[in-house]
């Protein structure tokens, strides 16, 4: 008999993760954050909703209604260790970086940099990486296998509960923001395992529930950790955790 693994993704490391591991926390979920080493801090503003449709914006500007801008601010380094107490920490490109689009030696200084970096704050060694704008390649996947990754996330969504042939360039079941995720949530629930192990794998970025419209708002994301929660035959894990068995 198969098991079925439920487990979250958030990337960037921003303010609102806060909200969300308390969230997470209320409702006994595990998962996964995935940190730029180098943009501790860093602090901004982001439009759209979405990692396709999002534009930075210097700090500071004001702006009006069509543009909706969220806060996109970086938990400073003093603090990560704190925040994330408990939960699993990957990384995300040193400095946010398009691996498959870098040069190779940009690349591995990349992942090199944000690997030492966050083993050296969390005194933890780092398995798991999500690709930033989902941007990976072949050597980037050979390089994270020989530095010891077991997984690596991309951006679009699997709309399934396989666990991938390759762990180390998969899809996400989907987003916590894409109209799917709650059909995706209740028809995991009602799924059997029976020779193989499924994976219900949703992520999003925080700051994407201050849009408050429609899947991508505070009382959506609560809805979904609300129905997916409290189950005896789902197990709750970081990301790591449920790739540590294949
Ligand atoms: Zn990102």
């Not at 730029?36 to 979405?50: D, P, Q, S, Y």
């Not at 050597?139 to 990754?149: M, W």
Request: hydrophobic share 35%.
């Amino acid at each position: 008999m198969g098991k079925k693994y439920f487990t979250l993704s958030f990337d960037d490391g921003l303010e609102q993760d806060k909200r969300v591991i308390r969230l997470m926390k209320q409702y006994g979920l595990k998962g996964t954050f995935n940190l730029n080493a180098g943009l501790f801090g860093a602090r901004g503003e982001v439009k759209g909703i979405g990692t396709f449709s999002f534009q930075d914006c210097p700090e500071g500007v004001r702006h009006k209604w069509p543009f909706s801008y969220v806060q996109h601010n970086r938990i400073p380094k003093d603090e990560v260790l704190q925040v994330y107490e408990g939960m699993e920490i990957a990384t995300h490109g040193f400095r946010h970086e398009s691996l498959g689009a870098v040069s190779e030696d940009e690349m591995r200084a990349s992942v090199d940099a944000d690997k030492a970096a966050l083993e050296g704050l969390f005194g933890a060694p780092i398995v798991g990486h999500a690709y930033a704008q989902g941007s990976t390649s072949p050597a980037v996947q050979a390089y994270l296998k020989e530095r010891g990754y077991r997984y690596a996330r991309a951006v679009f969504p699997s709309g399934g509960y396989e666990f991938p042939e390759n762990p180390l360039n998969f899809r996400p079941s989907t987003s916590i923001i894409l109209k799917d995720a709650m059909k995706l949530v209740e028809r995991f629930k009602r799924e059997e395992a029976q020779d193989r192990d499924l994976l219900l794998y949703l992520w999003a970025h925080s700051y994407e529930m201050d849009y408050e419209k429609g899947n991508a708002s505070w009382a959506a994301l609560e809805r979904l950790f609300e129905a997916v929660a409290g189950r005896s035959d789902i197990v709750y894990c970081t990301n790591s955790e449920a790739f540590s068995h294949i």
